[in-house]
């Protein structure tokens, strides 16, 4: 595949569609089985409490996901992100109700870079916290 988005067709400032996902207990438990990361800090509200967490939250390999997608679904094509990083930097705190938690993402286009390659900043946000900082993901567009 390659990226149904052209580097011709974007400038510095272009905004990628913004992006809401929720996530419940039932989400946490479904990546826990995935990831393999059965830490109870992401499913057992007593365990997290007592090691100073508000409630139970959400893995942040999970969060940095569900962030990246916005550029995924963008380009149309997963492998076009050549590279992402992020800092953790809030938790996605999740509570035991029929809602739970909704990560929050924009991102926009903030560097035009060379060989069709575009740098783009995200923000993550979730009950009105930044919960990753420094997100950036490099990528390559047709």
Do not use: C
Request: hydrophobic residues 45%; without cysteine.
């Amino acid at each position: 595949m390659t990226a149904k988005v052209t580097y011709g067709s974007v400038e510095v400032g272009t905004e990628l569609p913004a992006q809401s996902f929720p996530v419940t207990r039932a989400t946490l438990v479904q990546y826990a089985g995935a990831s393999g990361d059965f830490n109870p800090i992401h499913w057992n509200e007593k365990f997290a409490r007592e090691v100073g967490l508000p409630d139970v939250i959400a893995h942040g390999m999970f969060t940095m996901a569900e962030a990246i997608r916005v550029v995924t679904d963008w380009t149309g094509d997963p492998g076009a992100v050549v590279e992402y990083g992020v800092r953790f930097t809030k938790p996605v705190v999740v509570p035991n109700d029929d809602k739970g938690a909704l990560i929050e993402v924009s991102a926009k286009v903030a560097a035009l870079l060379d060989d069709k390659r575009v740098r783009v900043d995200l923000t993550a946000m979730s009950d009105g916290k930044k919960v990753l900082g420094m997100s950036r993901a490099v990528v390559q567009l047709g």
